[in-house]
């Protein structure tokens, strides 16, 4: 099943600087293949479910042996049976919109 999450992983009691743990889960998630986007709080992630599912454990374990001892985490998960619709096609869709009003 494909699924779009929004990842945002937030390490506790580690670094004060996130940028390390957040250049080693873009590194993890790009090198599993799936299709990813930055975003300024977090992560959009595409692909089958357990791919992605697989991605946030990785992240999760490797944040750990960065040293952080406590993570949170927020996941938002989207899945549709109807149609095959990626995240570029979700965000062109509400462009198209906004380009009618």
């Known amino acids: 099943m494909k699924v779009i999450v929004d990842f945002c992983i937030i390490p506790l009691g580690g670094e004060l600087s996130l940028t390390p743990y957040i ?12 299709e ?8 959009n992630i595409e692909g089958e479910w357990e791919v992605v ?7 999760h374990l490797r944040v750990h042996e960065m040293g952080a001892p406590r993570i949170s985490t927020q996941l938002k998960i989207a899945t549709r049976s109807d149609r095959d619709q990626g995240m ?14």
């Open 23 to 34: 250049a080693e889960c873009q590194k993890i998630i790009a090198g599993m293949g799936l």
């Open 36 to 43: 990813h986007q930055l975003h300024a709080y977090g992560t």
């Open 53 to 59: 599912m697989d991605s946030v454990k990785r992240c």
């Open 88 to 101: 570029v096609e979700k965000i062109d869709h509400v462009r198209d919109y906004l380009a009618k009003l």
